[in-house]
């Protein structure tokens, strides 16, 4: 018996380190961490331990004799990652750290997603660094609270982390408090020795073709926010009144987006999507979702377990066409000879299965065009239809050159959604990098320009440090380096002590009419959350008005 890493993986990292026999790859130290989709048990090596059952956040390990049937592929998506990486066992050494100068460390963190929380997780082990921790929203978590899709339950469970690390005693919220408007970046320098932001990546990517701007044409980023119940989306409107979508991208975000609109709202109602999105997806006419992805099947921008997935949604089919699996020149020919990176061979394979299949009478589709790419958007003041055009590889080296076939087509569509990836935005004063949407930095400390001077006492973590790439684990793999950036400025003397004491914050931010959240109150939401989603039978029921988030936090703190 070995055990087996399935779909939730958040790629935490943390059940690498409890491997006694170094059988779970890659792990943080290797190059492709960064980018893996998920992390893998080789087989021939696990020992059946369990110490990485306990230790998984999100609960996506399992023995393979208690596997789901629906389970069951990643049986082989494990043993083939195996295939084309080599495994040494034995025992991971332990790390140890400097001690700290004998003085207390003041940091801010602006940001409370989960690049912010495993920066602040790696900071409060050390008693004498106290953390405070800023967001505009009245909750925290980020995208793991208003990205996740909400039939992503098991990915959620990293919260359980965060609460733990917001539990410590040298830890504290500033929730609801917008940096900018209730306090300057400049009172935050004078009053912390490090201000660390991880502010994400605010804004979606955008097409840059006509029509993108008329109604029923909008973003995945927008709808995400609405369906998880974002405060900023709670009003926001979308046209289900058609019988097609067409999502331009083919990435994890726009699966998800496909796959909510097409599943049972029966189903969606045992989860926390938000009660006014639910209301609406019931009263959808929507029964066929269209990806376009620019290129082939071998650069599908989606994880082999999200893809595997959309498989078991119940009453739905996914529709690909045989003769559009086509693979660019370096893939076919890697695949002749046997030398195709196994998660590529994975994604491959998991197609053609897919095109294999048989559509049932009644069900809904989601269908993958791959090659394609939409020249505009036409309608009479709303969305009516897409016009896309059939691309063709370029016959070189490069498996991601493609170029337009000439060859047109429609479709016609009541929606369309863009999902081409986020961009950061500047942050106030801070330096930015407008190329590449991110703050210059180097391991997290802000630099004034790429490759330019350090600015002392800044620092940056998640996708505004290194771009909108990676999830929950490259995020911790990220989080941990800017905070250990600052623990080694800080044993090296390079952080100026603070000119004004911390303790003035509160009092600075009520003033200007935030209604600050503090943990008590963090607590209060989310205890009476959680208790309408007993009495509902779902996992918790979302606030999504800021005046209902005040109104519950302040009947905590008094």
Request: proline share 6%.
């Amino acid at each position: 018996m070995a055990h087996v890493i399935t779909r939730p993986c958040c790629n935490d990292g943390s059940c690498v380190s409890v491997c006694p026999v170094n059988c779970i790859h890659p792990t943080p130290d290797e190059p492709e961490f960064m980018t893996a989709e998920m992390l893998y048990i080789d087989p021939e090596t696990c020992i059946d331990c369990g110490a990485c059952i306990d230790e998984c956040p999100v609960e996506a390990i399992l023995p393979d004799d208690q596997l789901e049937d629906k389970d069951e592929p990643y049986l082989q998506i494990n043993a083939d990652y195996y295939n084309d990486h080599d495994v040494d066992g034995g025992l991971v050494p332990p790390r140890k750290s400097p001690p700290l100068p004998d003085k207390e460390l003041h940091v801010a963190i602006i940001g409370a997603g989960p690049a912010a929380f495993y920066a602040a997780q790696h900071l409060v082990t050390k008693q004498s660094v106290k953390v405070d921790m800023f967001d505009r929203l009245p909750t925290p978590y980020g995208l793991v609270r208003a990205g996740v899709a909400p039939d992503h339950a098991a990915t959620k469970g990293v919260e359980r982390t965060y609460a733990s690390t917001a539990s410590k005693r040298n830890f504290d919220y500033f929730l609801n408090v917008e940096v900018g408007k209730h306090v300057t970046h400049e009172e935050l320098t004078e009053r912390y020795h490090a201000v660390v932001y991880a502010v994400g990546a605010a804004t979606d990517k955008r097409l840059s073709i006509d029509g993108e701007d008329l109604r029923g044409s909008i973003s995945a980023t927008q709808f995400v926010a609405w369906y998880n119940g974002h405060p900023d989306y709670a009003d926001f409107e979308v046209d289900l009144s058609g019988e097609r979508a067409v999502v331009v991208g083919n990435g994890n975000v726009a699966l998800d987006v496909a796959r909510i609109l097409v599943s049972d709202p029966d189903v969606l109602a045992k989860t926390d999507i938000a009660d006014h999105a639910l209301a609406r997806l019931r009263e959808s006419n929507i029964s066929e979702v269209v990806l376009l992805g620019r290129r082939g099947v071998a650069q599908g921008a989606y994880t082999n377990s999200e893809f595997l997935a959309l498989g078991d949604v119940e009453g739905v089919d996914v529709i690909i066409d045989p003769d559009e699996l086509i693979l660019d020149p370096a893939s076919a020919a890697a695949e002749a000879d046997g030398t195709l990176d196994s998660t590529i061979a994975t994604k491959v394979r998991l197609a053609r299965e897919f095109s294999e299949r048989s559509a049932t009478a009644g069900n809904k589709r989601i269908v993958f065009r791959y090659l394609a790419s939409p020249l505009s958007i036409e309608g009479d003041g709303a969305v009516d239809k897409i016009i896309c055009v059939r691309n063709e590889f370029v016959d070189d080296a490069d498996r991601a050159a493609v170029t337009p076939s000439g060859d047109a087509f429609e479709l016609a569509a009541g929606l369309v959604l863009r999902s081409i990836g986020y961009r950061g935005t500047p942050m106030g004063d801070l330096p930015f990098d407008a190329n590449r949407g991110v703050v210059p930095n180097d391991a997290g400390r802000v630099t004034t320009e790429a490759g330019g001077d350090v600015v002392p006492g800044l620092y940056v973590t998640g996708w505004i440090k290194r771009g909108p790439t990676g999830g929950i684990g490259r995020n911790r793999l990220c989080g941990e380096e800017t905070a250990a950036a600052v623990l080694a400025d800080f044993i090296a003397g390079s952080l100026t002590d603070p000119i004004k004491p911390r303790d003035d914050v509160d009092a600075l931010v009520a003033g200007r009419g935030a209604h600050r959240i503090a943990l008590a109150g963090w607590k209060a939401i989310d205890a009476a959350e959680k208790s309408a989603g007993r009495t509902a039978g779902r996992r918790l029921l979302k606030i999504v008005s800021v005046e209902e988030f005040e109104k519950t936090a302040a009947a905590a703190e008094g």
